[in-house]
Nanobody, 128 residues
Framework: QVQPVESGGGSVQAGGSLRLSCTPS????????VGWFRQVPGNEREGVAS?????????YYADSVKGRFTISQDNAKNTVYLRLDNVVPEDTAMYYC????????????????????WGQGTQVTVSS
């Protein structure tokens, strides 16, 4: 089972920034659809952003984070990042990354049912 490893979470005040990292240990991120997700206890996991690492403009952001979050990659480090800027208390959640099952194609979108091998997540807490 491949399990991405998330890190970089923490506590931050509203308006601040964090950079989350996703470094899979058992597969290369190249030519994969990699997504970031978040979940608050009692709520469903939601897709935040996704990136096709094989190049091209295939990047997606949920409306709730568009203009504030940035997803990027560093193939040399086998890492996908999620930078959170101008955070708000509503961004408080456990953040996860995952890779889309290679059996699925089409546009790279953070759709929970076709992503798997979830990591343990990294907690982001935003105070007002």
């Amino acid at each position: 089972q491949v399990q991405p490893v998330e890190s970089g979470g923490g506590s931050v005040q509203a308006g601040g920034s964090l950079r989350l990292s996703c470094t899979p240990s058992k597969y290369a991120i190249s030519n994969r659809c990699v997504g970031w997700f978040r979940q608050v206890p009692g709520n469903e996991r939601e897709g935040v952003a996704s990136l096709w690492t094989g190049g091209g403009p295939n990047i997606y952001y949920a409306d709730s984070v568009k203009g504030r979050f940035t997803i990027s990659q560093d193939n040399a480090k086998n890492t996908v990042y999620l930078r959170l800027d101008n955070v708000v208390p509503e961004d408080t959640a456990m953040y996860y990354c995952a890779a889309r099952d290679t059996r699925y194609g089409g546009p790279c979108r953070p759709l929970v049912p076709v992503f798997g091998d979830w990591g343990q997540g990294t907690q982001v807490t935003v105070s007002s």
